[in-house]
């Protein structure tokens, strides 16, 4: 490609409202445009990125046995009316109707599309098992859209669908997907983590996430120092911590403290660790307000929440709304003669002597315990775990915590959606059988962004070869003389001719603006026609990453550079 002639938009300034490395980067590079929040154009230099992403999960795919189908991206209200979506999904889906006032929706995720047309076409266990992918748009009207492409409302997802007779069967498939997903993340050059998720809205069994390792990542895992367990904070299972059940029971005590609200106010003023004050959370489930106990010291995880309590979401009132339906000013709110239902993380089974609120503006507890005061509440995992935690799964490991961008995820859906919408096939006695169901999603836009992340320095992008635009960018340094002009195109032609992908910088702009856009746009090498160099008949050869450089006589150039790149 020439540079002269393709538009490569590059920009000298940062963007102003561009928050992460990555959005920046890739308007700054010329990679995107916006239209709207959360929606994208992908120019020519984006677009060759994204295509090298799709065309190694496609192989990937391919290899490990899915067949590639292209769903519509338009879907019926009615097939999420079946698998009770329609309700349940919330305000992500992009809802619209058609000129008849039929219900549609634009796809953020096809399992109803897939299962209609697996019970319509696959009769037999004979044709079992079967994986369906595709790489297709999908829109989500995601509440906060931002970080450029890496949280878009309309993105790029590779959805594959694997339909077996049984759960053997569907450990098989999730394996094989498991593994093809590794690979993937492998060839495109990437420092990840597969870790244990949450299964979330769309349900099943069992889950695991792949994670970009990137500090700008908005989701936090751990893994173990020891051992292989490696989870996303919202699955991460806590210990049970320290045990006080050894001290003898103290006798309830009222404590006034007025105007102590806080953690931290409540803890200084009762000259208490935050570890003995029990806090108190009102939160709303399915409409319902309950009380969740953590110790002060400890973050509430809402995921683990609704995990436990078994709905799809757990959400946290407004102040104002929270102090009516506790009844009593927040900062005052505790178990002891509470309207609500309870449910305490499970650390605090041991709790003995604690402090929490009284229920009653201006006033603590101190010395409470449960039975005595409190009827012993349903002990379940609510918080995040924290970094140096002992591990769950091995004895000696520690957890160590990380910031991972979400790039693939795989899930058992069991029979959620077969059931639902009656995806059967014959077995081999003849009865009629329901299908059990895996779904597997990879991020293809978003990790374009989780690579850049991953791969910058100060002056731009430095692409894993795998991925890059080009193998290498031709620096014409003048293009106005013409003997250096005819000696890079030829170099150009023939890199071309050898199958090398190359971007030709044959601009009429200075040096030291090339440059600057060749460290923006990251190609792996970069050759330099012009100046001295050329007057020797050499030509220079840089890594982007400035480990290598080396001079190369001009008629040696086509094959050195194709032994570098290959
Ligand atoms: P997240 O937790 O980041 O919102 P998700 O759990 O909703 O993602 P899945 O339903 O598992 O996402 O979708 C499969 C993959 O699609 C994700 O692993 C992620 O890489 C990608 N993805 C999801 N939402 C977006 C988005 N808004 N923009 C870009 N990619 C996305
Ligand atoms: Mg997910």
Redesign the pocket.
Known sequence: MRFSRSLIPTLKEEPVDAQVVSHRLMLRAGMIRSLGAGIYTWLPLGLRVLRKVEKIVRQEMDRAGAQEVLMPAVQPGELWQESGRWEQYGKELLRFVDRHERQFCFGP?HEEVIADLVRREIRSYRQLPANFYQIQTKF?D?IRPRFG????RE?L?KDAYSFDLDVTGLDVSYQTMYAAYQRIFQRCGLAFRAVEADT?S?GGASSH?FHVLAESGEDVIVSCDQCDYAANLEKAVAGEGATHDTEPLLSLQRSATPGQKSIEAVTRFLNITAQRLVKSILVEAAGQPLLLLLRGDRELNLIKAAAALGVPQVTLPDPERAARLANVAMGYLGPMNSHLPILADWELRTARNFACGANEEGWHLQHVNWERDVPTPTFVDLRNVEAGEPCPRCAGGHLLRHQGI????VFKLGDKYSQAMGVRVLNDQGVEQTLIMGCY???V??IVAATIEQHHDQKGILWPPALAPFHVEVLLLNPRDNAEGAAADALYQQLLAAGIEVLLDDRDERVGVKFKDADLLGCPWRVLVGGRSFKEGVVEIQSRDGTRLERVAIADAMEHIAGLVR
């Open positions: 995720t989500r995601e492409i890496m949280r878009g993105f997802m979330g769309i996430e979400e790039v693939g995820h999603g990879i991020g836009s978003r």
